[in-house]
């Protein structure tokens, strides 16, 4: 097009332009309320991943990049439920880890781990460093990470013998939160059975 031959002064010319311009606005503001959008329901999603994805990524592009691949790399794993005997086979081996805690806390607290692990692998989620089976738990159980994260470093210091008996009590209930939700156990069940749980292993 030769732009020399138009006549910007013509009102059709004008009224073009103007149409453009209106309507690189209009994607412009689409765009930008899509974002955020995007942005709203990730926080929403993930809570308090969010933000520490923002900081470890150092921005909110790169940080929102990376929540959305864990979304996709969920939703293309196979995540099942347990069958009932796989359930009630993992409830007695959590009440064997609960009673040691008394007489060997490090222990059970390093065997709390363990099993909350082979129960991610049993459910579906692959093999991997903490890291990563963070990162895996936090698409469905954003709000249990950050606590997951606190017993896993307990259960590191334990085996280093730096633990305090209540910072390992502490892990043991932390673990149980998120091996109840992984377990299927509903919420109102969860809620009863918290209370019982650390007056068990406060005995």
């Known amino acids: 097009m030769n732009f ?3 006549d ?7 009224i073009g332009i103007a149409v453009v311009v209106a309507l690189i606005a209009v994607a412009i503001a689409v765009t930008v309320e899509m974002k955020k959008k995007r942005t709203a329901r990730l926080r929403e999603k993930f809570g308090p991943e969010y933000d520490l994805a923002v900081t470890e990524a150092g921005s909110r ?16 794993l196979k995540i099942r439920d347990l069958t ?7 409830l007695g081996e959590w009440s064997t880890v609960q009673s040691r805690f008394i007489d060997h806390p ?7 781990d363990e099993l909350v692990n082979s129960l991610l692998v049993a459910r579906g989620y692959p093999v991997g460093g903490f890291e990563q089976r963070a990162s895996d738990v936090s698409v469905h159980h954003s709000a249990l990470v950050g606590p997951y994260r606190l017993a896993n470093s307990i259960t590191a210091r334990a085996g280093r013998n730096e633990a305090t008996t209540e910072e390992l009590r502490n892990a043991m209930i932390q673990y149980r939160t ?3 939700a992984l377990l299927g156990t509903t919420t109102v069940e969860s809620r009863e059975q918290a209370p019982v749980v650390q007056q068990r292993i406060v005995a």
């Open 4 to 6: 020399a031959n138009i």
């Open 8 to 14: 910007f002064s013509s009102p059709a010319v004008i």
């Open 61 to 76: 592009k790169r940080a929102e990049d990376v929540l959305n691949a864990r979304v996709k790399r969920i939703q293309d």
């Open 84 to 90: 009932v005997s796989e359930r009630d086979r993992y």
């Open 106 to 112: 490090r222990g059970a607290v390093t065997e709390a």
């Open 178 to 180: 998120l091996f109840d």
